[in-house]
Every structure is written in C-alpha cells, then in structure tokens.
C-alpha cells in the first residue's frame, strides 16, 4: 500500500508564490473598487492585507494533513496503521477425545456377573492431552461459544448408565457431568448428545511444563442382562470439542511473531526538475503510537526503513543501538479489559533521520514486525475483544533551514483602458511597497513585464538589487519575537512607464531564504504572517475636449 503525500518542505517552497498569487487575486477581486478618476495628481492604496503562514500552507494542504501544537507551532502528519486481534494471536482448537471405555481381553460368560438385574460399575480417569497450536500453556479459558458432543456406541448385549464428569469444567456455575443411558442391550446401540459450551470454563492442568491436560472420569454401571461378555464387544466413546470461541483466556498465550506492515511507503510529492536551492529538515521524525488491551507484552521491531530519493537511490535510516525493539507496556491483571498506550519517536536525537531528510527526498519505507511475549513465558490474559492498535506517524515539524530557493509564476496584466487613461496622460508613475514580515524567511523580489510571447520588456527593480523583505526578528530557537517593517518607493523611469503599458503580462521572480542566509534553523507558526500595503502614484494630464 502506498500512500501519496505532499512533502512540506515544497509547500514551504510555494508559501511566498501563495502570497503573490493571492496578491494577483486580490489585485482583481470584486471586493476592492479601483475604479480611480484620476485627475492631475493621484496618490493611494492599491492592495493591502495580512497573510498568515497557516493560511498559505493550508492553500496547498487541501487534505488536513497540517495541525499545530499548543503553543502554534505548524507541523504536517502523515501516517497508516494495523490491528491484530485476539484471534489472529490465539484460537482454540477442536479437541477429539477418544476412549475406548471398556472391552474385556477375554470372554466372560454371562453365568459369572451375578444376577439378573445386578449392577456393575467400571471407573476410568483419563487425562486427555489439551492441543495447542503454539508453545502456549493456559490455566483457563472461559468459553462464549462452542459444544461438547459425544459420540457412544456399545456393542455389548447389556444395558447401562454411563456418566462423564471433570472437576476442570464448569457448566453454569457447576461441575460439569453428563449422563448418558445405554438403553439398548442388542449390541447395536448409538447415541450422540451434544452439550452448549457458552458461559462454560475450562481449567487445564499445566503439571507437565510441555502439555497441557484435561481430565476426565468415566462410570460406566452395566446392568446384567444375562448375556456374554465377549471379547470382541466394546462400549466406544469419543468426546468432541467444536467450534471453541472464548471469551477470554488467562495463562501463558505463547509467543506471536508477524510482519504486520511489510515495506509500506509513505510517498511525497517530487519537486519539479528545474527546482533551484536547498531544504534541509531540522527534525522530521517516525513516531510509533501502540493501543494494547492485550494482557501480553509486545517487542516491535521497525525493519526495512530507508529514505528514497528522486534519483531513484535510497539511504538506510539507521537506529541507534538499543532501540530496537521497541517494548510495548501491556495492562496487568488489574486492568483487565482496558488499553494501555505506548508512544515512541524515532528522531535525531536516537536515529540518523535528520541527515537524510533534504531537499530531493521523495518517500520513506518502513516495515513492522509484532513479536508478544519477546523475553519469555509470562503470565498473560487475552479477551476477544483485545487487540493490538499500531499507528506509524511520519511527522514533518515546520523546523528547517533553506538557501537560494527560487521561484516564479506569471500572470496576465494590462494597465490603461485606451482614450480614457494612456501612457499620453502619464507625467510620472511610481509604486510604493509596505511590508510588515513577521515570517523567519528573508524574500528577495522582482518583476518583470512580458509580452505576449513571454519576452521580458523590463523590470521593476534594478537587476543588482532587488527588493528585499528582512526576516522577522528570531531568537535562538527559531522562533520570530519581532516583526520587520519595510518601506520602498519604486519610481518608474519614462522607459519603465512605456513598458508598462504595452506589456501583457507579468512574471513575479522570488528568492527565498530562512534567516541568516539559510545558516540556521527556524520554525513555523500559525501567528507567522505577512502583512502588505501596495500603493501608486501618478501625476496624468487629460485633455477632456478641443478647448481643454
């Protein structure tokens, strides 16, 4: 299975492209009238706003894979999960008890079992060996479901009552017993009763460290009809256990060992070839979360975990000695019936993770193997409703540094509407740009007008100094304290005004950098924003008739 993920990084790459797009939009938005009327001198606001960092991220997060900690701090999570229930640890098999109760070596002629009438009983224990499917060896088991059904043929030529009774099986409360009457003395009887087992317990018998046993007694009263006994004559029994379900078993459940989750990758998306710059995560992390109702410890080995890059190669992700595996706490006896939680991260701090994860990572694999009962025998209990939740988060915290990114979008633009407002009634045209940055990014811009066949007319700023947006003011974990004001003033050359108006379109130009030119590591914060304030100014002559 393989799950397709936006990589947040390249949703950090497009945040400031959000920012010009929804600059571009909001340019055009029907919420704003700039309709101007414009007269000798004119001098206003244009666009202006605030854009925050969690608005801009979730623009590309359409599925709600971006959340925030306590204290605001942004952070995607990606993640797959696995359950193993109570029957896919432990079933209980049918158990088939034969016995052959009784058969004599010899003949015995009728004339020496006394009387007619007379009773003579025959006792038998026998301990029937409990199959298991594993190393398990139960103390008990309490049945929902199930039956006991025995099967009794005798073909002796007497009548009797035979009676099948355990000490180490409750029936409702009760030692179990049956009884079953041999009616028949033609030496052909057969009879099948069948015995409901829900609500019923099971004690076995553990004596023997390598088998588990269930005793059972046989009474058999044959009651004299006069006839031979032959030797070839038997009263067979067979004792059938079907269909076992258990409510809950209590005991040594054996070991468990599966590969529950076999080399699944978390797939993100690959940047576009042309990308320019570095991204470098400061701390992505793996982190394995365990629901366990089971009364069983569990070791999880993480297996198979490798980085995979957009060349096609792939780096093994490597653990630190003693992390694998990891134990999984498990509910004792007073807590039968409730979940305990286990949460470990694989993180720089006990893995290699923080190394691999740059700007061409395009997936991590990862497989897990649940091994219960890792260092031994143990006392364990099972319920069947007990399972084993296991969830893999690969967690991408807003914790990264980046150098020389850089991007660009183009846009229709047209400025003039013919007779009514040319570059004829133009004196002068300037922009003036207002930015409050309270991002821990460091934007360097430009514009550059285009026409229709995406040649560059000319540009906004001076090609050696573009016009850069400071980094809010950060302390020593990344964070921003302070917001940095910036204020420029864009006259336009006569040269730049023609350009202007002829041009159809605009291409926006961004480089992007975190603070102190990509050397440190910053952090994201929903309180992260950009607020903006782009106004114009223009001195117009018009002509309004021949006389004027």
């Known amino acids: 299975m393989s799950l397709i993920r936006f990589l947040s990084y390249a949703v950090i790459l497009s945040l400031v492209l959000a920012f010009v797009s929804c600059v571009n939009d909001e340019w055009m938005a029907d919420k704003y009238d700039f309709t101007v009327r414009w007269e000798p001198g004119y001098e206003g606001p244009l666009v202006f706003g605030d854009l925050s960092i969690e608005d801009m991220l979730t623009k590309f997060d359409t599925t709600g894979y971006l959340t925030e900690d306590s204290t605001g701090f942004l952070y995607f999570v990606f993640d797959t999960s696995e359950t193993v229930y109570a029957q896919d640890y432990i079933d209980i098999p049918n158990q088939d008890f ?51 059904v025995i099967y009794v043929t005798s073909t002796i030529k007497h009548t009797g009552i035979l009676t099948i ?15 079953i009457e041999i009616s028949d003395p033609s030496g052909n009887f057969t009879t099948t009763v069948t015995v409901p087992l829900a609500g019923s317990s099971l004690y076995l018998d553990n004596s023997n460290p390598d088998t588990s046993f269930l005793e059972m007694i046989f009474e058999f009263e044959l009651i004299n009809s006069g006839a031979d006994i032959l030797a070839s004559e038997i009263v067979h029994i067979t004792k059938a256990f079907q269909n076992l379900e258990y409510q809950a078993v209590f005991g040594y459940v054996g070991v468990y060992d599966s590969l529950i989750i076999d080399k699944e990758v978390i797939e993100f998306s690959a940047l576009p070839e042309d990308f320019k710059g570095r991204i470098q995560l400061a701390d992505p992390q793996l982190h394995l979360r365990v629901g366990n109702s089971f009364g069983v410890p569990f070791g999880i080995d993480l297996l198979d975990l490798e980085a995979r890059f957009k060349d096609g190669s792939s780096t093994p992700i490597t653990l630190d000695a003693g992390v694998n595996p990891i134990i999984i706490d498990a509910p004792d006896f007073s807590q039968v019936g409730q979940s305990v939680l286990s949460h470990t991260a694989i993180d720089r701090s006990n893995s290699n993770i923080n190394e691999i994860a740059s700007t061409d990572l395009t997936g ?33 915290p807003m914790h990264l540094r980046a150098e020389g990114l850089e991007m660009a979008d183009t846009f229709d633009f047209e400025i003039g509407d013919g007779e009514d407002f040319s570059r004829e009634n133009i004196k002068s045209f300037s922009f003036q740009l207002e930015t409050e940055n309270g991002l821990p990014l460091d934007i360097s811009t430009q514009v550059y007008f285009m026409d229709s066949s995406d040649e560059k007319l000319d540009s906004l700023f001076n090609e050696q100094n573009w016009n850069i947006l400071p980094s809010g003011v950060i302390d020593n974990d990344g964070k921003v304290i302070m917001t940095t004001y910036n204020k420029v003033l864009i006259p336009l050359t006569e040269s730049q005004i023609d350009n202007v108006f002829i041009a159809e379109k605009i291409m926006m130009k961004i480089l992007v950098e975190t603070t102190d030119e990509g050397n440190r590591d910053i952090k994201f914060y929903s309180s992260n924003f950009l607020g903006f304030k782009l106004g114009a100014k223009a001195e117009v002559s018009i002509t309004t008739d021949e006389n004027n």
Do not use: C, H, W
């Open 364 to 396: 991590l694999q990862f497989s897990v193997n649940a091994l219960g009962n890792p260092t031994g025998a143990s006392e364990n209990f099972i319920l069947d409703t007990s399972k084993l939740d296991v969830k893999i988060e690969v967690v991408i």
């Open 98 to 148: 034969i016995q052959v109760f009784f058969q004599s070596e010899v003949d015995i002629p009728g004339s020496t079992l006394g009387n007619i009438g007379d009773t003579i009983k025959f006792i038998q224990i026998k301990s029937f060996e409990f199959e298991r499917t594993g190393d398990e060896q139960l103390d008990s088991v309490y049945m929902k479901g199930g039956e006991i």
């Open 165 to 179: 009774y355990s000490d180490q099986i409750e029936l409702n409360g009760r030692q179990y017993r049956q009884t």
